[in-house]
T-cell receptor, first 122, second 108 residues
Framework: EEHLVEAGGGLVQPGGSLRLSCAASGFMFNNYDMHWVRQAPGKGPEWVSVISANGGSAYYEDSVKGRFTVTRDNSRNSLFLQVSSLRADDTAIYYCARHGKEGDNYIGFDLWGQGTLITVSS | EIVMTQSPGTLSVSRGERATLSCRASQSVSTNLAWYQQKPGQGPRLLIYGASIRATGVPARFSGSGSGTDFTLTISSLQSEDLAVYYC??????????FGGGTKMEIK
């Protein structure tokens, strides 16, 4: 069965840093582009970042550029998000998500983890 | 940035009745449009992709339509388990990928 499991969230002071991880299992991790999506309390999902299947390309939402870095280790079926210079408005559940494909066509985010909560507060 | 606008914000429908949710994109996204269902305490679940294709395991009462800028998610006969928030998402432009603000489905 296919799974994504996030870890690494927690309570952090403004300006602090964390490293989130996402462990993938049950599918060929290195075949898929992977995303981070966050959801602030009571709000809708917000896309944060994407990394290509081979790790060669990454893109970020404007508010996190220069503060967040996405990486992956295909040998360990793992995705990471280094988050730094954290602000109160970064408080959210952070999900990793797989961008599904059918042949050469993307089909949306077809597999999500359960999320890990980052709370930024003094 | 492509802005996704969903309406209504809340929709109250009786069990067994039809529910129609709308999503509008600020510019064309072709059919690179997905719908997600999110129940309380859970992560989003992919329902529809390619604007009209049901994801694996999604009941046939869910259907999607539209292309370009205007899209619709229809639940043909609302069930109790459909209580959730529904989000549309465009994945035509990845910088950034954007979600709508959601429609909260209530059982009347």
């Amino acid at each position: 069965e296919e799974h994504l499991v996030e870890a690494g969230g927690g309570l952090v002071q403004p300006g602090g840093s964390l490293r989130l991880s996402c462990a993938a299992s049950g599918f060929m991790f290195n075949n898929y582009d992977m995303h981070w999506v966050r959801q602030a309390p009571g709000k809708g999902p917000e896309w944060v970042s994407v990394i290509s299947a081979n790790g060669g390309s990454a893109y970020y939402e404007d508010s996190v550029k220069g503060r967040f870095t996405v990486t992956r280790d295909n040998s360990r079926n793992s995705l990471f998000l280094q988050v730094s210079s954290l602000r109160a408005d970064d408080t959210a559940i952070y999900y990793c998500a797989r961008h599904g494909k059918e042949g050469d066509n993307y089909i949306g985010f077809d597999l999500w983890g359960q999320g890990t909560l980052i709370t930024v507060s003094s | 940035e492509i802005v996704m606008t969903q309406s209504p914000g809340t929709l109250s429908v009786s069990r067994g009745e039809r529910a129609t949710l709308s999503c509008r994109a600020s510019q064309s996204v072709s059919t690179n449009l997905a719908w997600y269902q999110q129940k309380p305490g859970q992560g989003p679940r992919l329902l529809i992709y390619g604007a009209s294709i049901r994801a694996t395991g999604v009941p046939a009462r869910f259907s999607g339509s539209g292309s370009g800028t205007d899209f619709t998610l229809t639940i043909s006969s609302l069930q109790s388990e459909d209580l959730a928030v529904y989000y549309c998402q465009q994945y035509d432009d990845w910088t950034p990928i954007t979600f709508g603000g959601g429609t909260k489905m209530e059982i009347k």
